[in-house]
């Protein structure tokens, strides 16, 4: 008996082709990551997304979202609530890689916008960009990088003197005048005011230069002087990654915190940044490098301090306008 040949496609219910012919289609594996939350998603490997639509068949409508833009290595990148101490939240907005290239946004900038819920279980989604840092986007193409500005020596003198009291900002303009777009450190043994010390320049920027936007951060601070500094900073924001946070939490917060001056001082603001403190911001970069084979005295890696070095590095006064004083202890 002649053998029957067996049809070259798939066999349906009565042994005939249920693929016409044609070889089966080979099912991808999931869609990539959504760019929901706080920090996973795919990113660049999100499907093409389609309108999201209510239980009526009509459009997701946009709510207006404003947040800090943080890069991620992939190319995309997420808003961080400044009211939320940049943290990161599975209700962060999502920022596409195509557009951050079509605007060339920067790590750091505040971003104006709109966003949509997205499908699933999917966070928002960036749909439009309203303003960065109060100019439109497209103004915002022309807008020098922090790299490509002329750096100068400070020329204006910034005044800490309020009153009669406190004397210690007094003997600063006698002793250790402070000009814009100057670095300084403040070195003294425990216990001896460094934290009051830091807290009266604060508020002397405050009442002397209203203008000049005013950070402070904290590095493995307490918690309980990490509140008693937002109560003391009047007009100024305090961000603080407390000693029970990790120490990838120190290091994240420290890059953004230096993106987001950067970012300010190109568009020719004044930037203010009081930090502490540099000692455990290195503690943490020492823990985060790990061991590359060479250490310093006291046991601290020689790879730790080049990034709290470069941070420090980033005061400065431009010839074009916009400074960044950065006092450190």
Sequence with gaps: MAKKKRSRGGRGMNGSSSFNGHAPRRRR?????????????????????????????????????????????????????????????????????????????????????????????????????????????????????????????????????????????????????????????IVAPPRTGKTILLQQISQAISTNYPEVKLYVLLIDERPEEVTDFRRNVLNGEVLASSLDRDVESHVRLSQLMIERCKRLVEMGHDVFLLMDSITRMARAFNKWVGNTGRTMSGGVDIKALDIPKKLFATARLFEEGGSLTIVAT
């Design 29 to 185: 594996r999931g869609g990539g990551g959504g760019g929901g939350g706080g920090g996973g998603g795919g990113g660049d490997r999100m499907p093409p997304d389609l309108e999201p639509l209510l239980e009526n068949g009509e459009p997701v409508p946009l709510e207006p979202a404003v947040g800090v833009l943080e890069l991620h290595p992939n190319g995309y990148g997420f808003l961080r609530d400044p009211k939320n101490n940049y943290q990161r939240e599975r209700t962060d907005p999502f920022v596409p890689g195509t557009m951050i290239e079509k605007f060339a946004l920067r790590e750091g900038v505040l971003i104006n916008g709109m966003v949509q819920q997205s499908r699933k279980q999917q966070g928002p989604r960036l749909r439009e960009v309203i303003d960065v840092d109060g100019i439109k986007p497209d103004e915002y193409l022309n807008v020098k990088s922090f790299d490509a500005l002329t750096a100068i020596n400070p020329e204006s003198w910034l005044q800490l003197e309020t009153g009669p009291q406190p004397l210690s900002p007094r003997v600063m303009d006698l002793l250790t005048p402070l000009g814009k777009g100057q670095r300084a450190l």
